[in-house]
């Protein structure tokens, strides 16, 4: 009789062990917003690369006490003042202190800087778990257009404690970085945000839809995409699509997305389509479906938007701000305007709608430029940040 066959399994160690990670935001899908998608493309890319992630948010008011997952912490929460469909995290300072004296993250991450981001950077800290942090959202800017103006300097106060108490902040593009400098924030690191290019892509486009907008092959749809809010200078879409109307050109406007400004826009423009919230394969046509992407905001941090018109083949007009002034050269992949030039902005879009050529030439660069910006690249820089973090901090201990 033969003896049974022994196999040894030799233990393999991998050269870069997993990380235990907590990931604190305010938003997540399925709120539709920047912070939400990126934030959640960065959980699931770095759980498939075989990390332990925790994720903490705030429980939305649909979802059943018991509902968490087994890798998430659900708090409570409240809505957002200027934008009662999504919901800030309240303060969790015991419950995240109890998780984490049980469980110990190697790290925690705080992508939003509200009352939840403030509660988990306070635990952390007296737990000795190091913090990173994401620079995300221009608070500061937005009081300005609320009337909050008076604010503005105690909410840039608050924000620069904040993030520097983290080990280090993640900001999207140099030019933020630059003006963070300026305002005493430190420890800043440019990572920029990607896009899915199978996702969004100009194969998308889809005529039909069109036809339901009122388009034919010689029509130059116009398309927003993004909160349908004051902070997004959407006047400024209108009046561009109601002057290329009045010199004649054949032209349609579309909105995208939903908002507090959403009645008002109608008012302003009743001719406009407002095709609402679209997630998934019915945004990527909607973006494939249009020829313009329109952009005209100033609050973005980065505006993931643009990456996404981009890749779907676009011509992008916008201002020379965020991603747009990170990744455009004018008049190859897309145009910038100097922010708040009003009237360059309104002729650039009209010479462009005039020149299918010249728009042809650029949807084609635009779209070779988001091929070079995939969301692999980005996840492997902010792997090597959070895994430089965790070693620094246990060669510190040891």
């Known amino acids: 009789m033969k003896e049974p066959l022994s196999i040894e399994v030799e233990r393999i160690v991998p ?14 899908p399925p709120d539709v917003n920047g912070v939400a998608h990126t934030i959640s493309i960065i959980v699931k890319g770095l759980r498939e690369r075989g990390h332990e992630i925790t994720l903490i948010r705030p429980r939305r008011q649909e979802e059943p006490i018991h509902s968490a997952m087994p890798d998430e912490l659900l708090v409570r929460g409240a809505p957002i003042p200027m934008y009662k469909q999504l919901r800030m995290g309240l303060p969790a300072l015991g419950s995240l202190r109890k998780l984490w004296t049980a469980n110990r993250p190697d ?14 950077a306070r635990a952390a800290h007296k737990l000795g778990i190091p913090v990173s942090s994401d ?4 608070f500061h800017a937005y009081s300005q257009l609320y009337g909050l103006g008076w604010l503005k300097s105690t909410i840039v106060s608050y924000l620069r404690k904040f993030h520097n108490a983290a080990r280090c902040t993640m900001v999207p593009t140099q030019r933020l970085k630059d003006e963070l400098v300026i305002g005493g924030f430190e420890r800043l690191i440019v990572v920029p ?29 116009l ?14 879409v209108i009046n561009t699509y ?15 997305g939903d908002g507090p400004e959403a009645n008002t826009l109608q008012r302003l423009c009743p001719d406009a389509i407002f095709a609402g919230t679209r997630r998934g394969q019915e945004l990527a046509e909607h973006y494939a479906s249009a020829d313009l992407f329109v952009f005209p ?22 201002y020379d701000h965020a991603a747009a002034g990170q990744l455009i050269v004018s008049e190859k992949n897309g145009l910038l305007l100097t922010p708040n030039d009003e009237e360059g902005f309104i002729a650039a879009t009209q010479a462009v709608t005039n020149n299918a ?4 030439e650029i949807r084609l660069q635009a779209r070779q430029t988001a091929q070079n910006n995939s969301w692999n690249i980005i996840l492997s820089r902010t792997e090597e940040i959070f895994r430089s973090l965790v070693t620094l901090n246990n060669s510190k201990q040891s």
Not at 107 to 120: E, M, Y
Not at 135 to 138: G, I, K, L, Y
Not at 249 to 256: P, Y
């Open 107 to 120: 790290l925690v991450h705080i992508a939003t800087q509200g009352p939840l981001g403030w509660s988990a």
């Open 15 to 28: 050269d870069k062990p997993s990380l235990r990670m907590a990931v604190v935001t305010e938003t997540y």
């Open 193 to 221: 945000r990607g896009v899915d290019t199978e996702k969004f892509s100009p194969d998308y486009r889809n005529n039909q839809l069109r036809e339901t907008w009122g388009a034919d092959p010689k029509t130059t749809v």
């Open 135 to 138: 620079f995300r959202t221009n």
């Open 242 to 256: 109601t002057r290329l109307i009045h010199a004649g050109a054949k032209a349609k406007l579309v909105f995208v």
């Open 297 to 318: 905001s100033l609050t973005e941090t980065f505006g993931n938007v643009t990456l996404e018109a981009m890749a779907s083949g676009l011509c992008v007009v916008a």
């Open 357 to 360: 050529i010249h728009r042809n």
């Open 223 to 236: 398309l927003s995409v993004g909160r349908l809010a004051v902070e997004k200078n959407l006047s400024l």
